[in-house]
T-cell receptor
Framework: AQSVTQLGSHVSVSEGALVLLRCNYSSSVPPYLFWYVQYPNQGLQLLLKYTSAATLVKGINGFEAEFKKSETSFHLTKPSAHMSDAAEYFCAVSERGGGTSYGKLTFGQGTILTVHP | EAGVTQSPTHLIKTRGQQATLRCSPISGHTSVYWYQQALGLGLQFLLWYDEGEERNRGNFPPRFSGRQFPNYSSELNVNALELEDSALYLC??????????????FGSGTQLSVL
């Protein structure tokens, strides 16, 4: 069974500061890993996805995440926070290989990012 | 290109009633997924349809059901509504089982309130 743990339900940073959102996963097989962002009253938007190519994945809006197998982690970072980054961020995992697991994402509980001016 | 569209945006029902939620996938996508985002419970996988068939189901009771139409749009039906069914229901679509890119595109959701 898969699971995702996001450390910290709330993270607060100043504008221009480093953003670090933590995600650890548990999976019996090498997983696909995702970060999604949800703005108020909107659906989820894919930020980036890891599928076993490069371990450092670059996404939209200046975000990137690094897959570390030894730490079972997939932390999301952005060098300089912007006010528009304020949102809720979800880490998710799915099994490889398709089949009935295709599209069945297991989400973390989410981290609300607040950016102060 | 139109994204995933869901209707209605908001739905208010009373306990015991039935709710029907609708989803139109992105053009060319054959897979539709339903997720429930309830307060305190996070995002939970509900159902997956591809090419008109139910392919997988999450840990929800049978009163949660749905279908996918020939044009790949989908309905989610919730019968005998309970207060705890109040949640944001998100629909997502993807290219489907034949694609190797497991990228889901989400709609803005239907906020279901059960009174």
């Amino acid at each position: 069974a898969q699971s995702v743990t996001q450390l910290g339900s709330h993270v607060s940073v100043s504008e221009g500061a480093l953003v670090l959102l933590r995600c650890n996963y548990s999976s019996s097989v090498p997983p696909y890993l995702f970060w999604y962002v949800q703005y108020p009253n909107q659906g989820l938007q894919l930020l980036l996805k890891y599928t076993s190519a490069a371990t450092l994945v670059k996404g939209i809006n200046g975000f990137e995440a690094e897959f570390k197998k030894s730490e079972t982690s997939f932390h999301l970072t952005k060098p300089s926070a912007h006010m528009s980054d304020a949102a809720e961020y979800f880490c998710a995992v799915s099994e490889r290989g398709g089949g009935t697991s295709y599209g069945k994402l297991t989400f973390g509980q989410g981290t609300i990012l607040t950016v102060h001016p | 290109e139109a994204g995933v569209t869901q209707s209605p945006t908001h739905l208010i029902k009373t306990r015991g009633q039935q709710a029907t939620l609708r989803c139109s996938p992105i053009s060319g996508h054959t897979s539709v997924y339903w997720y429930q985002q309830a307060l305190g419970l996070g995002l939970q996988f509900l159902l997956w349809y591809d090419e008109g068939e139910e392919r997988n189901r999450g840990n929800f009771p049978p009163r949660f059901s749905g279908r996918q139409f020939p044009n790949y749009s989908s309905e989610l039906n919730v019968n005998a509504l309970e207060l705890e069914d109040s949640a944001l229901y998100l629909c997502a679509s993807s290219l489907g089982m034949r694609a190797t890119n497991e990228k889901l595109f989400f709609g803005s959701g239907t906020q279901l309130s059960v009174l």
